[in-house]
């Protein structure tokens, strides 16, 4: 167990809807990242915070966003949706000090009909 | 910009077998790490072993170990007494120091047989 929790873990939805992702990091951590997995591809790295402040991003399309809260949990809205958006959508925790170890969570299957 | 390759799409190996995974990777940075994950079934990214590129000496975790070649730049995954349980997904993974930004491979499958 990473100690990183994401909800939900299945999503099933229509094209054109609005879905929303949460990542809990683990406890201490003030980083956080979201990463996308297409089938069979590798990970992209889409977007970074920390302590609450956007830091890097990456591949993220404008139809999607995401923040950080006060209690450092975070949320990915994917808006807008098409059917190339389905895909595993990771969270990733770390403490922030560029150490380089990140913890992933389970992921989120996102699946858009 | 920093790119990451492996040219195995999918591997196999006998159980109790010894299999290497390739991996290279280009950046023009001097300080930055190297990652291998493995994404079982159950799809968690899992830390297999990682890498400082300062370090000189290969890391080694039980019957996992790398090859690093910093001049090269290649970092390849070898797994010793191959298990079942190695069956999965292996992405390699390079990191800029400083940045905790994770940029990955296509990832090679392994299969391991009984």
């Known amino acids: 167990d990473s100690g990183v929790t994401q909800t939900p873990k299945h999503l099933i939805t229509a094209t054109g809807q609005r879905v929303t992702l949460r990542c809990s990091p683990r406890s201490g951590d003030l980083s956080v990242y979201w990463y996308q997995q297409s089938l069979d591809q590798g990970l992209q790295f889409l977007i970074q915070?920390?302590?609450?402040?956007?830091?890097a991003k990456g591949n993220i399309l404008e139809r999607f966003s995401a923040q950080q809260f006060p209690d450092l949990h975070s949320e990915l809205n994917l808006s807008s949706l098409e059917l190339g958006d389905s895909a595993l959508y990771f969270c990733?925790?770390?403490?922030?000090?560029?150490?380089?170890?990140?913890?992933f969570g389970e992921g989120s299957r996102l699946t858009v009909l | 910009a920093q790119t990451v390759t492996q040219s195995q799409p999918e591997m196999s190996v006998q159980e109790a077998e010894t299999v290497t995974l390739s991996c290279t990777y280009d950046?023009?940075?001097?300080?930055?790490?190297l990652f291998w994950y493995k994404q079982p079934p159950s799809r968690q990214m899992i830390l297999v072993i990682r890498q400082e590129a300062y370090k000189q000496q290969n890391a080694t975790e039980n019957r996992f170990s790398v090859n690093f070649q910093k001049a090269a730049k290649s970092f390849s995954l070898k797994i010793s007494d191959s298990q079942l349980g190695d069956t999965a997904m292996y992405f390699c993974a390079f990191m800029k120091q400083n940045t905790d930004k994770l940029i990955f491979g296509t990832g090679t499958r392994l299969q391991v047989f009984p």
């Open positions: 990733a925790s770390s403490g922030g000090q560029g150490t380089g170890e990140l913890f």
């Open positions: 915070y920390y302590n609450g402040e956007e830091r």
């Open positions: 950046t023009s940075e001097n300080n930055y790490y």
